[in-house]
């Protein structure tokens, strides 16, 4: 809120300058936010598939679980008006990696009823593999 009062000031004042330097730092505090909250929906993916490949099974719950990460993190990746995507599939790649030491911190406390400490859950699963899965159900089918 104080970015916008600052900024009415700014174009008072004729400061376009000024302004523009404000607006920039909007437009990336409110990326920062939709990259946050992708992240978040990442680490209920990654949980998920992380646990059906340590347990080797899935159930309702997980599929559904999966399958509303999946539209969220779509829904909030997608610009409304303008068209076209705020992280690149190569971004997204990042921020899944980013993702991926919380889910398995998640998975360690329900695989197996918590049997495994993450480290010990990370050399049953194949990092790239889950990665690579998740990216696969997230990026459009063209």
Do not use: C
């Amino acid at each position: 809120m104080e970015e916008l009062l600052e900024l009415k000031d700014l174009l008072l004042k004729g400061d376009v300058q000024g302004a523009l330097v404000i607006v920039e730092e909007l437009e990336e505090m409110s990326k920062q936010d939709i990259i946050d909250s992708i992240r978040s929906y990442a680490v209920i993916l990654l949980l998920h598939l992380i646990k059906q490949q340590a347990e080797n099974r899935t159930t309702r719950s997980w599929n559904v679980s999966i399958r509303s990460s999946i539209r969220e993190i779509q829904r909030k990746n997608k610009h409304r008006k303008a068209g076209g995507y705020y992280l690149s599939p190569a971004e997204l790649f990042e921020t899944l990696e980013e993702a991926y030491l919380n889910a398995i911190d998640e998975a360690s406390l329900e695989v197996e009823e918590g049997r495994y400490e993450p480290e010990e859950l990370e050399q049953l699963v194949n990092r790239e593999e889950i990665i690579n899965r998740a990216m696969a159900l997230i990026l459009p089918k063209e």
